[in-house]
């Protein structure tokens, strides 16, 4: 199963492999639903403390300023290389 969870313009897509996978990722919708606040890296380091797999998607949205999409691009990739994800599966958190 794969669940999606959208970060401005970066897409997560969450591998859940099992019921104890699902179980972990509604507590996760329950807290983002509830306005709790989440950065990239906190989904990032969730998702490896939880061992869940993953994989992130930027997205341009046209409903964005292009100065924006600029800015969360760079903003997408500078969130990769400090979490030591480029090349790799899982960050180190």
């Known amino acids: 199963m794969v669940e999606v969870i959208q970060y401005y ?45 993953y994989r992130t998607r930027f997205c341009y949205r046209s409903d964005f300023p292009v100065m924006a999409n600029l800015w969360n691009l760079y903003s997408y990739l500078r969130g990769k290389i400090d979490m030591g994800r480029i090349g790799k599966e899982a960050a180190d958190v």
């Open 9 to 53: 313009n970066v897409r997560f897509y969450l591998l859940l492999k099992d019921e104890w996978e699902r179980r972990c990722f509604s507590y996760l919708e329950e807290r983002i639903c509830s306005g709790e606040r989440m950065a990239m890296k906190d989904i990032y380091g969730w998702c490896v403390s939880h061992g869940i797999s």
